[in-house]
């Protein structure tokens, strides 16, 4: 079988993986195990990328699919810290590499005291992610983490999109402020700043977008939040890293263990978080 992985010095300053394969074509950087772009053979992108995104070592990359660990959004006592966590800012080990006819996958490894993660990603004709985060057994006590793989998607026109699966979900409002917001029964539409974590659900969602002509179904394991957020007008023009006009092509819908849905870990006990996206027309 023909190699479909090369290692590559960029995007900007960053060190890659490109996969090219008949069913996709891939890329991940080692810093953050960053996946920065899945698509599938006969599709557009799917997978969105900020053409102002900063893409220099030590800064965050602005779209792609960042990991945020061990805490989501700022720091709960130190807003100095970084948003997101750190295991986005670190460079990752690439621990194997695999290929075949059912796809090529990549497993990485990083530490983050007293955490170990692994992170195995399979790019096919659908994109499989997995995360899995152990406290390891020299940890004094146990620990608390917060996890998302906070995945951004192409999308032809934010304002035509619907969004279906997590109908029955009650949700934190973060651009109003209000927690608890009752399940709103009803698919998700857009006509201005969204910025929502749903909690206690476990359910698929489906992204519809009539623009693009496609579907973009997530499937969740091992995840018990998810967070959908686009910025809209006004905060994407105070974001250096985002493009003024660039609210209308994207939409992140992530996978998550965040807020009420933070993981407790023993030393010794792992937890695995697995999202399989794929393409329907």
Known sequence: MQRSISRISGPGEHTSLQIHRSDCCGALTLQGAHVIDWTP??????????????????????????????????H??????????????Q????????????????LLQTLCDPFALSYRVRFAHTLCLELTVELTETAAEPAEFESALHTYFAVGDIRE??????EQAMYHDKVSGVRDCAAADAPIHFAAETDRIYVET?????????VLGRRIRILREGSDSAVVWNPWIRKSAQMADFGDE????????????????????QPGQSQTMRVRIAVEQ
Do not use: K, Y
Request: proline share 9%; aromatic share 6%.
């Open 161 to 166: 999109v619907q969004v279906q699966g997590l």
């Open 76 to 89: 709960p006592h130190d807003p100095q810290l970084p948003l997101h966590g750190t295991v986005r800012l």
């Open 91 to 106: 460079d990752w080990t690439v621990a194997e590499q695999q290929e075949d006819a059912e796809g090529t996958t990549i």
């Open 202 to 210: 476990q359910s698929d969602i489906t992204v519809h977008d009539p």
């Open 246 to 265: 660039e609210w209308r092509g994207m939409l992140c819908i992530e996978a998550a263990n965040v807020d009420r849905n933070r993981i407790l870990l």
């Open 41 to 74: 053979a006969g599709q557009q992108p799917v997978i969105w990328m900020s053409q102002s995104s900063a893409l220099a070592p030590g800064r965050p990359i602005r779209g792609g699919v960042p990991i945020c660990f061990p805490w989501f959004a700022a």
